[in-house]
């Protein structure tokens, strides 16, 4: 089956330090590969996606890149900001012949940021 | 435009009873989906409608978790006879277009916490 297994947070930074959560997978077929971010109070965002090895998916400064080598899509941020303090997830979704495409996250890492 | 609205937002139910959680999807979207968010967890899936087709309930729990689209829009998931292991937060998501194919976007509503006590 699927899973993906995340680093347990919170993980504390500080203004304008670099950011790296780290996310590995696994997955029965080619899986399309997520990260979303859940601000305090809203629901989940896309954040960035990738669909195939090697692709890099980029957003708000957030990087992510498609390592089918090593089965990994970790998040990372140059410079984080107070405003990146959020709950972060990845996710897959694989194509399954049947069965809706729905997504399996991680457990989410929390991010705080302070100044 | 409008997004995924979910209500009531909160919910507290003793043991026992009955509760109905209620989705709005984004205006013509065809494929939603709940999931089931316990605390410190991610989101599982529980169950994909597309249009008033209920094609996908791999992930209820339990026969006392039900869930209709009946005119394909609206979506009530319904929890019978509700147990302490049910608490968590139920989310909606919304994409679309089918769900089969490709990858579409989903987009999530603020989730419903649901507490049993």
């Known amino acids: 089956g699927n899973s993906v297994t995340q680093m347990e947070g919170p993980v504390t930074l500080s203004e304008e330090a670099f950011l790296t959560i780290n996310c590995t997978y696994t997955?029965?077929?080619?899986?399309?590969l997520f990260w979303y971010v859940q601000y305090p109070g809203e629901g989940l965002q896309l954040l960035l996606k990738?669909?195939?090895?090697?692709d890099k998916g980029s957003n708000k400064g957030f990087e992510a890149t498609y390592r089918k080598e090593t089965t990994s899509f970790h998040l990372e941020k140059g410079s984080v900001q107070v405003s990146d303090s959020a709950v972060y997830f990845c996710?897959?979704?694989?194509?399954?012949?049947?069965?809706?495409?729905?997504?399996?996250f991680g457990t989410g890492t929390r991010l705080q940021v302070t100044l | 435009g409008a997004g995924v609205s979910q209500s009531p937002r909160y919910k507290v139910a003793k043991r026992g009873q009955d509760v109905a959680l209620r989705c709005d999807p984004i205006?013509?979207?065809?494929?939603l989906f709940w999931y089931q968010q316990a605390l410190g967890q991610g989101p599982e899936f529980l169950t994909y409608?597309?249009?008033?087709?209920?094609?996908?309930k791999s992930g209820l729990p339990s026969d006392r978790f039900f869930a209709e689209r009946p005119e394909g829009s609206v979506s009530t998931l319904k929890i019978q006879r509700t147990q302490q292991e049910d608490s968590a937060v139920y989310l909606c998501?919304?994409?679309?277009?089918?769900?089969?194919?490709?990858?579409?976007?989903?987009?999530f509503g603020p989730g419903t916490r649901l507490t049993v006590l």
């Open positions: 998501a919304s994409s679309p277009a089918a769900a089969f194919s490709s990858y579409n976007e989903q987009f």
């Open positions: 997955a029965t077929g080619y899986p399309s």
């Open positions: 990738a669909t195939k090895a090697d």
């Open positions: 996710a897959l979704s694989t194509k399954n012949t049947g069965t809706a495409s729905k997504l399996t």
């Open positions: 205006s013509g979207h065809v494929s």
């Open positions: 409608f597309q249009n008033e087709a209920q094609l996908d």
